[in-house]
């Protein structure tokens, strides 16, 4: 662990606060840029980093090997201010990540991948099959949240007990760490939680035999630690980033003149899928990488121990690799955003989101082709407190349900 002081200090030129609970946060990103590919920032009024605002600083910044991101080189005044919820697959290096890594990607077979895309499909349109017509309903909890929960418990393998005790504490796993007291609190939860995991309150009961487990993982009758927390990473963090996407894309997409017609082309939601990570996803804050020795970023010296947040927002917007980068456009080709990272830690979680966003598509077109945004309160961004930044509502004028296909 490094225990020498801090590199040298550049004056603060920015204040970043809870980008997640911010109604716009765009322009105050990218005020930042303006001042520089890797600029000083002080986050939360309590500490310094290094924020990466360009596109290729972010690639350069993500694929740098005396980048960590293993918290155990930061330097300990930066340590405290980092969650204990940072214990997953993305926050581990070699060989530590690359074992694991594996582990996770054995679990991702084509059988269990067309199983889960099978059930998502089949929960999507039950779901919608119960939506009232001719009303104005909030589809994140009648059909965003449930199709998201019910689709990744079942493929953790999460029993029920194990998934209501995730479900009620999940928001607090993901607060930002911007007071002093939070970082014990996300511990002891985490500390419960685990335990949840491995043994759902009796021995072997914690993931269920055809769940996202494997013999690498499980140590007896029990997932090991490490496997423990890669499941509770996924459920926790990448449950409530897709539910933050989905809900997002919903709104913008129903805005969009002709959306059922498009949805049509399985082409089209692809890439209004990339569109809508690239311009407005659930990351908006960044990715957290420490500084294992002193390295050069885009010309900025960062030192030994240092914290650099490479905020995926503005990568995703940057005008020399995205044409009109604030214009959301929905055949946008090629889209090479970076909300699913990059290279070794690219987003494992990847194709449950794209199969439940199509899922989602595939059920709601056909059967409410005339669905628009509510004018009111609809988009109004969610101030729960979370690392992630979506709606608290999508508020929906359905219209008439057509029939299903013969």
């Known amino acids: 662990m490094n225990t020498s002081a801090p590199g040298p200090r550049c004056p603060r030129h ?8 911010m109604e716009d946060p765009y322009p105050l990103l990218e005020s930042v840029r303006s001042s520089g590919p890797v600029v000083r920032v002080r ?6 980093v290094w924020w990466v605002t360009g596109y290729a600083a972010a690639v350069s910044a ?14 300990p005044a930066l340590a405290r201010h980092v969650s204990p919820m940072r214990v997953g697959l993305i926050d581990k290096d070699p060989p530590e990540h690359t074992q694991l890594r594996g582990e996770t990607l054995r679990t991702f077979s084509g059988s269990r991948l067309a199983a ?13 099959k119960e939506l009232p017509p001719e009303h104005t309903v909030d589809l994140l909890p009648m059909l965003v949240e449930p199709l998201v929960e019910r689709t990744v418990s079942k493929f953790l393998g999460l029993s029920p007990a194990v998934d209501n005790a995730l479900r009620t504490h999940a928001q607090q796993l993901t607060r930002p760490m911007n007071a002093g007291d939070v970082r014990a609190e996300i511990g002891r939860a985490r500390t419960v939680l685990r335990r949840h995991v491995q043994t759902g309150g009796k021995p072997g009961g914690g993931l269920s035999a055809d769940g996202l487990t494997s013999s690498a993982g499980v140590r007896g009758d029990r997932p090991s630690d490490e496997w423990a927390d890669v499941v509770l990473q996924m459920y926790v963090a990448g449950q409530q980033s897709t539910v933050d996407f989905l809900a997002t894309m919903l709104l913008g997409l129903l805005s969009v003149d002709g959306w059922a017609r498009l949805c049509q082309e399985t082409e ?3 890439t209004a899928v990339d569109e809508f990570l690239r311009l407005d996803g659930p990351i908006v804050r960044g990715v957290w990488r420490f500084a294992r020795t002193d390295v050069d970023l885009a010309g900025t010296t960062v030192a030994r121990g240092d914290l650099v947040v490479i905020s995926l927002a503005l990568a995703d917007r940057d005008p020399h690799v995205f044409p009109d980068p604030t214009r959301f456009d929905i055949r946008r080709a090629p ?4 909300q699913f990272g990059l290279g070794a830690h690219r987003c494992v979680g990847a194709p449950l989101v794209r199969t439940l966003a199509d899922a989602l598509l595939l059920a709601l077109a056909p059967r409410f082709p005339d669905a628009r945004p ?3 309160d609809s988009g109004r961004v969610a101030s729960r407190g979370s690392v992630f930044r979506g709606p608290a509502c999508v508020s929906v004028d359905l219209g008439p349900a057509h029939p299903p296909a013969p």
């Open 62 to 75: 993500l694929s740098a090997p005396e980048l960590s991101s293993d918290q155990r080189h930061a330097h």
């Open 43 to 48: 986050l939360y009024d309590r500490f310094d």
């Open 116 to 128: 889960f895309e099978q059930h998502a499909r089949a929960l999507g349109a039950d779901l919608v």
């Open 335 to 338: 889209n090479r955003h970076l």
């Open 374 to 376: 509510a004018p009111a």
């Open 14 to 21: 920015h204040l970043i606060q809870d980008l997640g609970g």
């Open 268 to 270: 089209v939601r692809r």
